[in-house]
């Protein structure tokens, strides 16, 4: 292993259409209180965009910056490395907010858990990190299954074969690499491995929908999942953090809700040491989800918190 000091920046928090909703705000007598919530500072906590993460690290190599020049001229942000975990439809908006708060200065690698809008619409926004006239242009890193490379050739043609560019803008420069759900592989040093789980089903023919989760160091990460196969949670176990999926507090078919994912959790033997639920729509509050989860502090029981829009963990 060659990094250190492995960091987790939550981008996002939210489900697919995020929160606060829109028709919430603009209905002529407003009544839903977490939208409400989100136009005070007091609630800023319940605005989750499209769930997402930064993986954040030191890597040995003591790399230079085209930007800035040589190393003993960077600050220790410069000489991290930073793997962004999906990049959905609101993107651009948690990059504009936290990138400057956290210091983030580069995307190195892109890992795509799915081929959901949610998960792969911001993909046109990385551009600015890439252009492909750009003077010593970079191309962006993404793994990715098979199934989100064969979705994105059909949405964004362009970024697969830029000769299927309309002209006359610029677009980003992808360097694409097909991962296999039952093989690890290293994104800049840091091993990944694939946590294959079930996100909901195709309504054409009852086959479950395939998510990719991912365990690197201690940590697994599983954003959108509806059930996890036990192959999967064999290799889940053992995390001394889980980032694990939680809608809200009732049953949905393609999420996990808030009660099914604190009993996942608390299946696994070991426990793991920490827990953060993503994925919240409107109907749940993050700060009376989160006040329950404090509550359920016992020495012992992995201790659960509802993960929140900027929120920074070392893992």
């Not at 959905?88 to 990138?99: D, P, T």
């Not at 803008?169 to 296999?180: A, K, L, N, R």
């Not at 808030?258 to 070991?270: K, R, V």
């Amino acid at each position: 292993m060659t990094t250190t000091a492995t960091e987790l920046i939550f981008l996002g928090t939210g489900t697919s259409s995020g929160v606060p909703s829109i028709p919430c705000l603009t209905k002529t007598k407003p009544t839903c209180k977490v939208c409400l919530s989100t136009l005070t500072p007091e609630g800023a906590r319940n605005i989750k965009r499209n769930t997402s993460a930064m993986v954040r690290f030191m890597h040995e190599d003591g790399r230079e910056s085209q930007e800035l020049g040589p190393v003993a001229n960077l600050d220790d942000h410069d000489l991290n490395r930073n793997i962004l975990i999906d990049c959905g439809k609101s993107y651009y908006e948690s990059a504009r907010q936290w990138f400057p708060k956290h210091g983030i200065r580069s995307v190195d690698a892109l890992v795509l858990t799915h081929g959901h809008a949610d998960a792969f619409f911001g993909l046109d926004d990385l551009r600015s990190w890439c252009l492909v006239d750009k003077e010593n242009s970079y191309s962006i890193p993404v793994y990715l299954d098979q199934a989100t490379m064969d979705t994105i050739a059909v949405t964004f043609p362009y970024m697969v074969d830029p000769s299927r560019a309309t002209g006359g803008g610029d677009i980003p420069s992808f360097t694409y690499h097909v991962i296999e759900h039952d093989k690890d592989f290293e994104v800049e040093g840091l091993k990944f491995t694939p946590l294959p789980v079930h996100h909901g089903i195709y309504m054409s023919t009852g086959e479950p929908f395939w998510s990719l989760g991912f365990r690197f160091h201690d940590l697994s990460w599983v954003s959108d999942c509806s059930s996890i196969p036990d192959t999967t949670t064999a290799k889940i176990r053992g995390s001394k953090v889980l980032v694990i999926d939680g809608l809200r507090e009732t049953t949905h078919p393609s999420h996990f809700s808030i009660p099914e994912a604190l009993e996942y959790t608390n299946s696994l033997d070991p426990k793991p040491e920490r827990a953060f639920i993503v994925g919240f729509c409107h109907s749940a509050d993050h700060y009376t989800e989160d006040k329950r989860m404090c509550a359920l502090d016992v020495k012992g029981a992995t201790e659960f918190r509802i993960a929140y829009d900027g929120q920074k963990i070392t893992i």
